[in-house]
């Protein structure tokens, strides 16, 4: 499987500071992409990085992409107590068209 | 912002009854999608429909599920004999590219589905 694995599974940090979530994968793949998914809620689309980008931002994420390490990282910064919520990265392999998902991080962030 | 609509929000019955759960994905889209999530587990992938028929689907969609897109706007998932395992929150998404994976996935809100 060519699913990705996020890590740490949870994460607690305050209002304001900066939270890191990493996600491997095993297999090559077109892109990857990050989603929220808000307590009880549907997934929400983050954004998508491709296969042949290193780095991507938007607003207050900033996604890297590692295809050597089969690695990629999600940082939100200065990060607000609405940002409570759990972030699942997915891959989809180079050839197939399932998007397939991690266990996710848990990020908790207080006030 | 257009929206993928799931129905039922919550969905009760009784093991070995038929459910059928209600999509509408987004009007302009081409591939639909069902993953569920078991309570505190990962999203897993059910199947993918594109061009009204089945694309893709994982070990979890056997001969118990079905999906089926009766009409223009509807897509629907059908589990014929329910079982305790099936509870979970079933997830329906879509997307607008021509190449599943290439692009983002919109979800529904999900269907909590329970099997008493």
């Known amino acids: 499987s060519q699913q990705g694995e996020e890590d740490p599974q949870a994460l607690s940090i305050q209002e304001g500071e900066n939270a890191t979530m990493n996600c491997s994968y095993k297999t090559s793949i077109n892109n990857l992409q990050w989603y929220r998914q808000n307590s009880g809620r549907g997934l929400v689309h983050l954004i998508l990085i491709r296969s042949n980008e290193r780095e991507k931002h938007s607003g207050r994420l900033r996604v890297t992409l590692d295809t050597s390490k089969k690695s990629s990282s999600l940082l939100i910064t200065a990060s607000r107590a609405a940002d409570t919520a759990s972030y699942f990265c997915?891959?989809?392999?180079?050839?197939?068209?399932?998007?397939?998902f991690g266990k996710g991080t848990m990020l908790l962030v207080s006030p | 912002e257009p929206e993928v609509t799931q129905t039922p929000s919550h969905q009760v019955t009784q093991m070995g009854q038929e459910v059928i759960l209600r999509c509408v994905p987004i009007?302009?889209?081409?591939?639909f999608y069902w993953y569920r999530q078991i309570l505190g587990q990962k999203v897993e992938f059910l199947v993918s429909?594109?061009?009204?028929?089945?694309?893709?689907k994982s070990e979890i969609f056997d001969d118990q599920f079905s999906v089926e897109r009766p009409d223009g706007s509807n897509f629907t998932l059908k589990i014929r004999s329910t079982k305790l395992e099936d509870s979970a929150m079933y997830f329906c998404?879509?997307?607008?590219?021509?190449?599943?994976?290439?692009?983002?996935?919109?979800f529904g809100s999900g269907t909590q589905l329970s099997v008493l």
């Open positions: 998404a879509s997307s607008e590219a021509s190449r599943p994976g290439n692009e983002k996935l919109f």
């Open positions: 997915a891959t989809a392999a180079s050839g197939y068209s399932t998007l397939t």
């Open positions: 009007s302009n889209h081409l591939y």
């Open positions: 429909f594109y061009n009204n028929e089945i694309s893709e």
